[in-house]
């Protein structure tokens, strides 16, 4: 049984704010102490401004907003009014480049953190050294999908946790062999841990408890990112 806990209460976060004691104390108050092999999701949210990755902006001022999107591009792939899909310098393709003013004090923006995987790895190390617990960190964030409608929580940086299951090779239950099937693991356990924690309800973390352990590897959020030789749509 996979079990999925919020982790409501922490403080407003600041830049320079370590989360991962945070993070224990969090999980003690919801009465569900870490336990090794337990997972971390984590809002980018919280994230980005704790590692001060806030920069003014004024929302009313769209110039202003269209260039710290293309600045925060590598590449854009289309304009559609006010919306700009583009791709960032982690690979990633989405909305307006992760720029986001949303859950940010007025003035502010969010941006992405510079590297999702090292976020992750910071506060599987902090919580390693506050417990001495092995657990696993998937940072999150919300993309839109081509091709179907509405929002899902996917994983921008990930430590201790596969992000793709290669099950090729492996057997289906009538005994063929599966050829293609690979499973974005970190993307399905944000997404689950985006039930309980919300859109509206300032909850920035849940704990995810129960997961296989033959998951639980270092891996990296470049095993999520398709290369563009292999992408039929770019």
């Known amino acids: 049984m996979i079990e999925l806990v919020p982790l409501p209460g922490m403080p407003e ?7 991962a004691p945070l993070l224990v104390e969090a999980a003690a108050a919801a009465e569900r102490p870490l336990r090794p092999g337990d997972c971390l999701v984590v809002t980018q949210k919280v994230v980005s401004k704790a590692e001060g990755r806030l920069v003014p902006l004024d929302p009313s001022d769209l110039d202003a907003r269209r260039r710290l999107v293309e600045a925060e591009s590598t590449r854009i792939l289309r304009r559609r009014g006010d919306l700009i899909i583009s791709e960032t310098s982690h690979g990633f393709v989405c909305a307006n480049a992760g720029v986001d003013l949303s859950n940010v ?6 941006l992405l953190p510079v590297d ?15 417990t001495g617990l092995e657990v696993a960190v998937v940072i999150s964030d919300t993309f ?16 201790g946790l596969a992000a793709v299951v290669d099950l090729r090779g492996t057997e289906d239950d ?7 099937t690979e499973v974005a ?3 399905e356990v944000a997404s689950a841990a985006e039930l309980v924690m919300g859109k509206a309800r300032g909850i920035p973390a849940a704990l995810v408890r129960g997961l296989d352990a ?16 292999e992408d039929l749509f770019r």
Do not use: F, T, Y
Not at 116 to 130: H, K, L, P, Q, T
Not at 146 to 158: C, E, F
Not at 218 to 228: A, F, G, N, Q, T
């Open 13 to 19: 976060i600041r830049p320079g704010v370590v989360l």
């Open 105 to 110: 004090d007025d003035g502010w923006a969010a």
């Open 116 to 130: 999702g995987d090292r976020s992750a790895r910071r506060i599987r190390d902090g919580i390693r050294a506050a």
């Open 144 to 159: 839109g999908r081509p091709w179907r409608n509405g929002l899902v929580d996917v994983a921008i940086g990930v430590a």
């Open 174 to 180: 009538r005994g063929r062999a599966l050829q293609v």
């Open 185 to 187: 693991v970190a993307d």
């Open 214 to 229: 033959a998951w639980l590897r270092d891996s990296s959020i470049k095993e999520l990112v398709r290369p563009p030789g």
